[in-house]
């Protein structure tokens, strides 16, 4: 498939997959090893991102995503959505 065949069925944005947290994904001690990529965007995002709201949303999603209460896939690469998942 080519590249702009890719962006018409996809739509203008791109989304990557959802993932939860290293812990959550490996809860053995295995997971010692790992860089989990999209807590330190989320702990940037949070910590030096101008809007206060947005500081707050981020910790906020950031604690959740921690806890396995959340996975977090990244909009265009910047832009983090997130989906509850079952308890």
Not at 8 to 13: E, H, I, L, M
Not at 51 to 78: C, F, P, Q, S, T
């Amino acid at each position: 498939m080519s590249t702009v065949m890719a962006k018409k069925k996809n739509g203008p944005r791109s989304r990557s997959a959802y993932q939860t947290h290293v812990a959550v994904a490996f809860p053995n001690d295995s997971s010692k090893n790992i860089i989990d990529l999209t807590e330190r965007k989320l702990v940037r995002l949070a910590s030096s991102h101008v809007d206060e709201n947005i500081r707050k949303i981020a910790a906020r999603m950031l604690h959740d995503y921690m806890n396995g209460k959340i996975a977090v896939a990244w909009e265009d690469g910047v832009l983090p959505v997130y989906v509850f998942l079952r308890a």
